[in-house]
């Protein structure tokens, strides 16, 4: 038996997990770290996970996400690419409690960390990534987690070996709400027109910086009267979207989104429009990955 | 003698203009169309140009900048591209006062009213470019208008043929101030390191949407210790404003820059590091405009 927690900013998430890697039973709370300070976190999980832990003493907890991270429990060093799952497992952290037995801390991963290229971080998306692979019985593939800023992971082999981090639902928020555009947002999301508009646009741009001059397009198109106010949000993240799978995707003929949400249908719909296919993965696999981690440790 | 006025969004700047285009005096003020409503634009163009007024009762005044656009004073269609002077001065409007006499207002210029490329529009930036091709004796060039939503106008023989908008600096303004970037936001401007790193991330781009991660690599390089949180403002704002003048310069060699503001002068820089030679105009020039409309609408 094991306890899995995916503890990121926003939420806490945490999975019974059996030996085989089946989902016994489940809790979710708004316990995230904005909630949760120095001090509080011990409480928190006890609170999620306790009467599972009174059942199951010897279940070892194992945890990712922010929860790792400086303003989380206990920092967890990001994992250098490529790294696969045996990396990821001997670099988790114990946690010390006063009554919660085996906790760990499930490494993020970073590339950057030495050497001229960009960094980029993540912190919980590996653990999806890798039960992805586990549920899917792969050892490669491109992988998207959709979110306010979504990654694309790129595995060969069984490692990571690289990603990239766009900033597409935190950009489509801050224009949303704070700019000229946010004056003709309209409230009714209408028939999908505008989201297929903006991914039109989104192909017809060639160099990095057209986008900043797409956006003031839609001012002068709702200006023209040619965008309804109901259009524009859709016809924003089809534009951003779009902009986004064709620098990540330029290359793939296939990729493997986790996850079932609305945002996770935009991003199929806008692989499809660049001609890659979409292929969706149960977002729960993330506790996969730490039944994985608990084995390897076990060993 | 003539009254020229630039009447936007936020100011109105007025100038009191001899025959020959000598700017005698100038005021300014706030009370730009977000400060004026409906019935109040009259005793604000008194209140500005009153003394000029009494003192030359045939000066004709004319007027550009949003005071012609829907929420403005009277509204001035578009004239579409190619805009030449002419076009531009047989279509002012003509604004009945009680008691200004001659007052018209210069209409914007438009792309996009009909056919299929996107829509642009400007309004009060089409007297600056006349005014700069007066100050500097041309008929073409590649004229650049800094600011919130930047405006790069291509003139060949005397008319406007094209141009676009940038909404470089709303973006900037939101990403800034709402989205993870705001967290990390340095408030000493430093030695300009940071503007030339974006500037050279901003080179290295070569997808649209790669804008979209490089914002977040912003942040990673943070996380890693590596681009200190002052140097944070200038690397956005060179990336920014380097992805906007590789999208709109690709094919330019030189480029006049009207104004001699601080963000002319990062524009200055940003142009130079991509090879374009950048000249700047006077920012009061616009006054040479409204003075060749007033001697066109004399004839």
Same mark, same amino acid.
């Given at each position: 038996?094991?306890?899995?927690?995916?503890? %990121?900013?926003?939420?806490?998430?945490?999975?019974?997990?059996?030996?085989?890697?089946?989902?016994?039973? &489940?809790?979710?709370?708004?316990?995230?770290? /904005?909630?949760?300070?120095?001090?509080?976190?011990?409480?928190?999980?006890?609170?999620?996970?306790?009467?599972?832990?009174?059942?199951?003493?010897?279940?070892?907890?194992? =945890?990712?996400? /922010?929860?790792?991270?400086?303003?989380?429990?206990?920092?967890?060093?990001?994992?250098?690419?490529?790294?696969?799952?045996?990396?990821?497992?001997?670099?988790?952290?114990?946690?010390?409690?006063?009554?919660?037995?085996?906790?760990?801390?499930?490494?993020?991963?970073?590339?950057?960390?030495?050497?001229?290229?960009?960094?980029?971080? =993540?912190?919980?998306?590996?653990?999806?990534?890798?039960?992805?692979?586990?549920?899917? %019985?792969?050892?490669?593939?491109?992988?998207?987690?959709? %979110?306010?800023?979504?990654?694309?992971?790129?595995?060969?082999?069984?490692?990571?070996?690289?990603?990239?981090?766009? =900033?597409?639902?935190?950009?489509?928020?801050?224009?949303?709400?704070?700019?000229?555009?946010?004056?003709?947002?309209?409230?009714?999301?209408?028939?999908?027109?505008?989201?297929?508009? %903006?991914?039109?646009?989104?192909?017809? =741009?060639? +160099?990095?910086?057209?986008?900043?001059?797409?956006?003031?397009?839609?001012? +002068?198109?709702?200006? /023209?009267? &040619?965008?309804?106010?109901?259009?524009?949000?859709?016809?924003?993240?089809?534009?951003?979207?779009?902009?986004?799978?064709?620098?990540?995707?330029?290359?793939?003929?296939?990729?493997?989104?986790?996850g079932a949400s609305d945002l996770a249908g935009r991003y199929h719909d806008a692989l499809a429009a660049f001609g890659?296919?979409?292929?969706?993965?149960?977002?729960?696999?993330?506790?996969?990955?730490?039944?994985?981690?608990?084995?390897?440790? +076990? &060993?």
């Amino acid at each position: 038996m094991l306890i899995g927690v995916d503890w %990121g900013t926003s939420r806490l998430r945490a999975y019974l997990v059996s030996d085989d890697g089946t989902v016994i039973d &489940r809790t979710e709370s708004e316990a995230g770290l /904005m909630r949760v300070g120095e001090g509080g976190f011990e409480p928190a999980l006890a609170a999620a996970v306790g009467p599972w832990r009174a059942a199951h003493p010897d279940a070892p907890i194992v =945890m990712s996400g /922010m929860v790792g991270s400086r303003q989380g429990w206990v920092e967890a060093p990001y994992v250098a690419t490529p790294a696969d799952l045996d990396a990821i497992a001997a670099a988790v952290i114990a946690v010390p409690t006063d009554g919660l037995g085996d906790v760990v801390i499930v490494p993020g991963v970073a590339i950057g960390i030495a050497g001229d290229t960009f960094a980029d971080v =993540m912190r919980g998306e590996e653990a999806e990534v890798f039960g992805a692979l586990d549920a899917l %019985g792969r050892d490669d593939g491109l992988f998207i987690l959709p %979110g306010t800023h979504s990654k694309w992971v790129t595995v060969e082999a069984g490692a990571i070996t690289g990603f990239h981090t766009y =900033m597409t639902g935190d950009v489509y928020a801050a224009l949303a709400g704070h700019t000229i555009l946010s004056k003709m947002f309209g409230t009714d999301p209408g028939d999908g027109a505008g989201f297929a508009r %903006g991914l039109d646009a989104a192909r017809g =741009m060639s +160099a990095p910086g057209d986008l900043l001059n797409r956006l003031f397009a839609i001012r +002068a198109e709702g200006l /023209m009267g &040619r965008l309804a106010d109901d259009d524009v949000p859709g016809f924003l993240s089809g534009l951003l979207i779009g902009a986004e799978v064709a620098s990540a995707a330029a290359d793939a003929r296939e990729a493997f989104v986790i996850g079932a949400s609305d945002l996770a249908g935009r991003y199929h719909d806008a692989l499809a429009a660049f001609g890659v296919a979409a292929i969706t993965v149960p977002s729960e696999s993330a506790t996969r990955c730490h039944a994985r981690i608990a084995r390897a440790r +076990a &060993r």
